[in-house]
């Protein structure tokens, strides 16, 4: 065996293999057909709100993956990773907002709210926002240098556990408090909204809708197997072994700075990209986005999907999100009441979430 | 004309007071029932000259419509009861034939500079220092002398200057030379707003650039009064910046005291803790609707009714989670945490549920409403101040809960070292209960504290959840006096910071200090030393 197959088989099993090329053959084939070329009346046709609603989710799957990169494989709890999906998405957002040229309701240069404010021209970090490369720098960049620093400090002196989880919870709200006021430049309470296009394609046509819901797909399934990649590597190994006995670790000889900085990083990028493909689809960015409650709610997908296993996270995410869509229409007064339920019974008796139940049913089974 | 009409009652005043007559003088009153407006203005003046008190009465009914004329007699009239007005005799039945005295505004205003400059020479303190404050509003020179006349008689240490201020504000305004320095000179005193105002239009320059006020020495004395006076005003902003420091650092510390229990020597997170302390201000609220439905005389006494309400209701939903759900995760604090937090949804839920989204009225109790004012533009309202001593009481009680009771003893020895404990015999598991429900029923009394001050509703525990942390972490983990210190250290901090840059640029930059002085310290200001590499 070359070392590609070498690659490919520590990676995944043929029967993961297997699984992600359908799920793959699913988004990239069934559903633009289904949605584009099956008739609306079809009862096969997949109308533009599922399209959102799947593609919504699989951002959120991306941030599920982000944070059990950090938390399943590197021990950290981070409360504040909505604050890297917001950064990410209000890096496209900015862009979208310039793409809609004169078309807004005061049919000004300026983006709407600035216009409202009476401001006369573009905010110093507004500039270059009108280049599509630009936006996509700093979906990368802001997240990842926000982590980068913060990280470098925090894990520097060795603040870890629940005080980490604090201080992010703490990062997160003070920005979001930032972002509520208009003369930071993003909008104010309102943030971005009413999009026109992108990338010059009319923004909310079920051909873009199916572009943005395949990209998103591509970016997930990137996502798992870079994710699969690290963990199984070497620097996965070392992370773990942070996590689980982060003093034998140094004294060892490794330095746990360097490995747990890396990921943290890669894991605040990746939450940043899932904000930028987010914002095109659902169409508003907010601070709401950055408020504490949001961000912990991330840490639960990943728990309840299982953590430590990278297609759990994803799969929690699913579960959850897609109990929310459902409960928010069916009963919205008792969605919080499941939400926390779903906290403590996952805590109490799901340690290793679903994935862990599905363990534990099939050895109970061969045993 | 009414400046002419009161310097004759003025001189009359001044001439002496006349022995206090049997009755008021009828003539005068009776013009001021059946005159017209001009022989009301000569009555008014009348019976001011005249300084006896019970012409308060009649007046007073004059200015809100109580007073009747039924022929030649006059009445003043209340309720279904009447009063003779010339002798203050009741009198029934009454009469058939009574006509209003009708009071215009003009008759209106002077009966209230008539009123004020009367109860200046009232016996009564507190009559003399309303009339004091009524004319330190604003007063023309037609009180002038009934103010110096006051004076001379006035030693009330309150009273005195304020009254000196008022006449010097009405000099400084006309009168000559000497007068008018003598007058910049005494506003020197001041500390209100409005005689910065007074003492800046005496340097106002014209539109040419020459001052409006000719004098260079008056100028000069202004210019030294206003200093002083800005410098008394700047005191008073600066007292009132370190009350409102200290308020909100009791309300940070009334609400991270029980977090301090519970994180700090127990090591729970309990993400619930804001919904506890919601639960405490909705204790309030029953209690509150309770006495309001069935004992409404007593109504403001709820509050005292409220506070152990508040205490056992947190103390006892406390309990129970612990119980039910936490006891089951000790160790594993991540777990602790994102369980807390889905207590705390679901309690959000139930209350809003039960009391609606909306936010509850809860009312200060008349104890509680008003202020102290220590200066003309400084008032430390009554509530905040009730708050601050019942957090030092909070306080006093926990720490002598802690360090002298069995219960004290035994949760410091679990922190301490819980195997230890549990070998010689402490029933750890009890007093983790009983230790929860202790930091759940203080979260309670928070709510309780916390709904005289604001709103009450269910996302009330929201806002201060990142608050309570930010403290006891600030603090350290499992001091006590670190959190009080912390408490203090944010709240005036963070005022400070509010007076120039805002509210919420100061909580920005607050949390943002927190974040880095943890990085710096992360164990935060009073760290229990050991010697372990996990410190």
Redesign the interface.
Known sequence: MGPISATFSRLYGPTGWIVLGAAGAGLFIVIPVFALAVPPGSAFHVSQYWVTLIGKIMCYAIVALAMDLIWGYAGI?SLGHGLFFALGGYAMGMHLMRQIGREGQYQADLPDFMVFLDWKELPWHWSGSDQFWWAMLLVVAVPGLLAYV?GY??F????K???F???T???T??AM??F??NETGFGGNNGFTDFKRILGFPIATPETRVALAAITGAMLIGTLLLGRYLVTSRFGRVLAAIRDAE?RVMFCGYNPVHYKLAVWTASAVLCGIAGALYVPQVGIINPSEMS??NS?EI??WV?VGGRGTLAGAAVGAGLVNGAKSFFTQAFP??W??F??????L???FL?NGVVGLADRLRGARRA | MRARVFLVAACALLAGVPPPAAALDRAAVEKLATGDSEEKLEAINALVAEGDPRAIAVLEALGDGGLQAAGKRVLIVKGDGATDALTGAPVAPLPADREDVVANNRIRGAVAAALAVLKLVSQDRDTRLAAARALAGGADETVLPLVRKALDKETDPVIKPMLELTAATIELKGGDRERRLAAVRTLRQSASPSVKTLLLSVLDRGKDGSFAEPDEELRREAQASLREVEGRLAWGQRLGLAFAGISLSSILLLAALGLAITYGLMGV?N?AHGELIMIGAYATYVVQNLFRAHAPGAFDWYLVCAVPVAFLVAAAVGMALERL?IR??YGR???????T??????L???V??VFGAQNVGVENPAFMSGGIEVMPDVVLPWNRIVIILFTAGVLVAMGLLLAKTRLGLFVRGVTQNRAMAACVGVPTARVDTWAFGLGAGIAGLAGCALSQIGNVGPDLG?AYI?DS??VV?LGGVGQLAGTVYAALGLGVVNKLIESWQGA?IA??LV??F???F???R?QGMFALKGRA??A
């Open positions: 709890l913060f400090f925090a520097r002196s060795r603040v556990g629940v005080y989880s604090i201080i919870q703490a990062l709200f003070a408090l930032l509520f006021r003093q504490p409650a912990i840490a639960i728990a007064e008792y919080l009441f939400l926390g339920l779903l906290f403590i996952v805590t109490l340690p | 997170i993400m759900v089951w995760l604090p991540l777990e602790t945490l994102l369980a937090w889905g207590i705390g949804l679901m959000i839920q139930g809003r549920t929201q990142v942390f930010m972490v919420v909580k920005i949390l943002v927190i974040v880095v943890i990085q710096k992360p590499v996990e």
